[in-house]
């Protein structure tokens, strides 16, 4: 049944490691789109950003020159004027534009048949086909002066592009007179194009901004559910356990690789919004499968970092579990040193006192020896005897009979604090992972008792909370005397669910000294209450 239970428990630890990096890498990558609408909020419109209002200027200028038939090449711009030949090059082939002067006269264009619509006023920009083939739209007019007035736009604020143009050092009061001009940002750029890499600079502040409150949400949640799920569960895993046998100093530098990969996240996001890591790979793997490497490295990189983070946690776990003195002590390459040079020892030294000897009847023993040697070979002809009926029946009467012989024998003082050392060194090795923490008044504690049963009693309970503790906890003995009843106490962490045939038994052996038990199990902590009168 415990070998049952243990493989569930791992196999619940296995699904809820499984759920937490695959569910929790899915979540994070398909939150992509929303983390793009975000960064825009962060940063605002790249339309009404100073670079391209900028290139937006200069574009003005370069079709009012070209316009008027006076093309400057840069050696003929005063130096206190910006050239702006250099646009057609940079950015002319992101941007659709239609140039018609006011007498209709004269027009350029570059794909500016539904532009030209608007300009005319057959189309307006609030036309759904306009806004399906465009992102941004603006139409400018320019009176007989050279100033310019915003007759509809599109993508971007009125008043703030008007009065940038308007205070643009350039010459339209000289040469963009009497014409009209509209621009118009495709929805599609082309792949490393002058316009697509400014957006793509506008939003990586943003992006930065946009992934921090999934790191910090997906945090939290990763060390919520470690703390939750008991530490026993994911300790069996082999892969967990490995892991934590990493010394102190190494989980260090571990921590500081895990703040660059952090810092490196929103960088992820980047490359991959942007088409960059699309393109790299489509160069080497070919367009077919490149769109599922990019998504096959997006849920590595996550589910690497929510893997790590649930490590952290579980270290941190630890370190509440063991405390810092063992912390150091078992996870520290300096402690481990020490360790292998001198072993731990739960009992430093042990008391001699003499010890009173009360003859009883050897009648009694002989009997409870031949009754405990039947009860013996019964039970190992048990398993070939399980047809026969009332096996377990004749084994109880057994006990029953061997109690009586008991309670038969003649009681004694029993020094329990010397009886709890004795036995403490006995278990020594069942201890060694175990951090004990005992409690005892000065003076000798006696109970009257029988010595034997007492010395069983102490035996099943000391080697079964060293089997049924949680490795690198502590265990508390606390021992209580009071006037007229001795009392002792022990607290320890489980590792799994408590044996109840060990609690039973406990319970009968401690019945059979006239002593009281108790226990209380709180989750996967363990408490055990003897009393005895002394």
């Known amino acids: 049944m415990k070998a049952i239970l243990n493989r569930s428990q791992k196999v619940i630890a296995w699904l809820v490691l499984a759920v937490m990096v695959i569910g929790g890498a899915i979540g994070i990558y398909s939150q992509y789109p929303n983390m793009k609408t975000q960064a825009n909020r962060w940063v605002g419109n790249f339309f009404e950003s100073y670079s391209f209002l900028d290139s937006l200027s200069d574009g003005v200028q370069y079709l009012g020159f070209e316009m008027s038939g006076d093309i400057m090449t840069r050696d003929e711009v005063p130096s206190d004027v910006e050239y702006g030949g250099d646009w057609i090059n940079l950015c002319g082939n992101d941007l659709d534009y239609y140039v018609k002067s006011s007498t209709g006269e004269k027009t350029l264009e570059r794909d500016g048949v539904l532009l030209a619509q608007v300009l005319e006023g057959d189309l307006e920009i609030s036309s759904e086909e306009l806004k399906s083939q465009y992102q941004y739209v603006v139409a400018f007019e320019f009176d007989q002066e050279g100033k310019v007035a915003i007759k509809q736009i599109y993508g971007g604020d009125r008043v703030s592009t008007e009065q940038f143009l308007n205070d643009y050092d350039v010459f339209y009061n000289y040469q963009a007179k009497e014409m009209s001009m509209i621009f118009g940002v495709p929805k599609e750029l082309s792949s490393h194009s002058f316009f697509a890499n400014q957006l793509q600079y506008h939003l990586e502040e943003g992006y930065v901004i946009a992934v921090i409150p999934y790191l910090i949400v997906g945090t939290a949640?990763?060390?919520?559910?470690?703390?939750?799920v008991p530490f026993a569960w994911f300790e069996r895993l082999a892969i967990v356990r490995g892991l934590m046998v990493v010394p102190l100093e190494l989980r260090f530098l571990f921590v500081i690789g895990t703040c660059f990969a952090v810092i490196g996240a929103p960088f992820l996001l980047i490359f991959t919004q942007s088409g960059y890591l699309l393109e790299a790979i489509d160069y080497y793997f070919g367009m077919n499968r490149?769109?599922?490497?990019?998504?096959?490295?997006?849920?590595i990189c996550w589910g690497g970092f929510i893997g790590v983070i649930m490590l952290h946690a579980l270290y941190l776990k630890e370190f509440f579990i063991i405390g810092p003195w063992q912390m150091i002590r078992r996870h520290t390459i300096l402690g481990q040193?020490?360790?292998?040079?001198?072993?731990?020892?739960?009992?430093?030294?042990?008391?001699?006192?003499?010890?009173?000897v009360i003859e009883e009847d050897p009648r009694v023993a002989v009997i409870t020896s031949q009754l405990a040697l039947f009860r013996d070979t019964l039970s190992e002809m048990k398993p070939r005897l399980e047809e026969v009926k009332g096996i377990d029946e004749v084994i109880e009467q057994l006990d029953s009979m061997m109690n009586l012989c008991d309670l038969?024998?003649?009681?004694?003082?029993?020094?329990?604090?010397?009886?709890i050392s004795d036995t403490m060194v006995l278990f020594e090795e069942r201890f060694a992972s175990l951090e004990v923490k005992t409690r005892f008044p000065k003076e000798m504690i006696f109970v009257t008792s029988h010595e034997v049963s007492m010395k069983l009693l102490m035996e099943m309970l000391l080697g079964g909370i060293a089997d049924e503790a949680l490795p690198h906890s502590r265990v508390?003995?606390?021992?209580?005397c009071e006037e007229q009843t001795a009392i002792l106490i022990t607290r320890s962490v489980l590792k799994d669910e408590v044996d109840v045939k060990l609690l039973a038994a406990l319970e009968a052996l401690v019945q059979q000294q006239r002593g009281v038990f108790e226990s209380v199990i709180d989750g996967d902590l363990m408490k055990l209450t003897l009393k005895f009168k002394k």
């Open 290 to 299: 490149a769109q599922w490497i990019v998504t096959a490295i997006n849920l």
């Open 337 to 356: 040193l020490i360790g292998l040079w001198r072993r731990p020892k739960v009992v430093t030294k042990t008391m001699v006192e003499e010890k009173v």
């Open 221 to 228: 949640i990763i060390v919520l559910i470690t703390f939750i």
């Open 476 to 480: 508390y003995l606390e021992m209580i």
């Open 408 to 419: 038969n024998q003649p009681l004694q003082p029993v020094n329990v604090t010397k009886l």
